[in-house]
């Protein structure tokens, strides 16, 4: 059992307890939030403490700056006395991205799809729907489809032979493993094929098949139909009509964008008032100012040409909110701790700090 179908079962036995997917969805991500509580709190931690010794940190680099060499080492040094790991505050992210690939996989894939992808939620339509569009109805026999629609078959497909049925042949990688022979035209049939070395089976029983039945789905509108393949020489061929549809602006899709992209920048927001009262650089300043107004805009951008599923961008928009909380919560307990121990680098060393003239 793969990643993805090991999500998928855990999606599904939330759902049961809750009573749908898109509160499964949430309560998947407060879960994954917990589980890395401990590495988000040592990320604002390290944070903090950058901002704290960045003075002292400047001062060491102007002042070796012309033995780079030295400079390092000196640093070194410094992040050593300190206990302090420049890139520890990269953890999480590298942490979350691989959680947010496998969500992404999981909802895009046609397991998901058939089981929960029409599902509703709150203003949500569909949990597997992209921003553009169009909605197919599943295994009513027909695809509609739209110019430049790609398809991809299932995991599993059901192989007849002389004397026997395999029910859960394995398909060998899925997003290749269905072709479309000759032109493609909405509204004409088109014609499928599915090279038999995709199937994993003995040779001598690729010899035998005599038909398949593989689930195959259409990637742009996510509607799956199940087809029957008949052995054709070295192929399994299948001919499937297909309707025209027109691809749809989903405007509840494009409010969840939105919502990613409002918690996204109080959360930004949030970290730089917290920074702007523990730096006083003003370069680095205007710089978390920049990043801050811009990179919503540009997420925004990328998920409007990137399709991504309305179930991930829930999963984005709630991570976005807990995190929020969480950095207001830490950085409380933070400053209370800086009180007491009268902070991690303290005025006067600053002061000293800034003092030291560059060399050569």
Not at 41 to 55: A, G, H, I, Y
Not at 244 to 271: C, G, P, Y
Not at 291 to 300: A, D, L, S, V, W
Request: hydrophobic share 45%; glycine share 6%.
């Amino acid at each position: 059992m793969d990643f993805t179908t090991l999500t998928i079962k855990l999606l599904q036995v939330l759902a049961h307890f809750v009573g749908n997917y898109g509160f499964a969805i949430i309560v998947l991500t407060i879960i994954v939030r917990v589980a890395l509580w401990p590495l988000n709190v040592s990320q604002q931690k390290s944070m903090r403490m950058m901002q704290s010794l960045q003075p002292k940190i400047k001062a060491i680099q102007d002042r070796y700056k012309s033995n780079p060499q030295m400079m390092q080492q000196k640093l070194m040094e410094f992040y050593k006395e300190h206990k302090f790991n420049p890139m520890g505050g990269c953890m999480p992210l590298l942490v979350q991205l691989p959680i947010f690939i496998l969500l992404y996989s999981a909802l895009m894939s046609p397991q998901f799809i058939q089981i929960a992808g029409d599902t509703s939620f709150g203003f949500l339509s569909r949990l597997d729907t992209t921003l553009r569009a169009s909605a197919g109805r599943s295994f009513d026999g027909e695809f509609g489809i739209s110019q430049g629609d790609t398809f991809m078959a299932g995991k599993i497909a059901k192989v007849y032979l002389p004397n026997e049925v395999l029910a859960n042949v394995k398909v060998k990688n899925p997003n290749k493993a269905v072709q479309i022979q000759g032109e493609f035209k909405p509204g004409d049939t088109v014609d499928f094929k599915v090279d038999l070395d995709y199937l994993d089976l003995r040779f001598e029983q690729l010899e035998k098949i005599e038909k398949a039945e593989i689930a195959v789905t259409d990637m742009s509108n996510k509607e799956v139909e199940n087809i029957t393949f008949t052995k054709r020489g070295s192929v399994l061929a299948a001919t499937v009509p297909t309707i025209k549809v027109e691809r749809n602006f989903h405007w509840d899709v494009f409010m969840l964008i939105a919502l990613f992209a409002i918690t996204m920048f109080l959360s930004q927001k949030i970290m730089m008032a917290t920074n702007k009262s523990q730096s006083s650089d003003p370069t680095q300043e205007a710089i978390q100012k920049s990043m801050g107004t811009f990179m919503p805009i540009m997420i925004i951008g990328t998920f409007v040409i990137i399709p991504i599923p309305a179930g991930v961008l829930l999963y984005l928009v709630t991570s976005n909110i807990i995190q929020i909380v969480q950095t207001v919560i830490v950085n409380k307990q933070i400053d209370i701790e800086h009180s007491k121990t009268g902070g991690i680098v303290t005025d006067s060393e600053i002061a000293n700090a800034k003092k030291i003239e560059p060399k050569g």
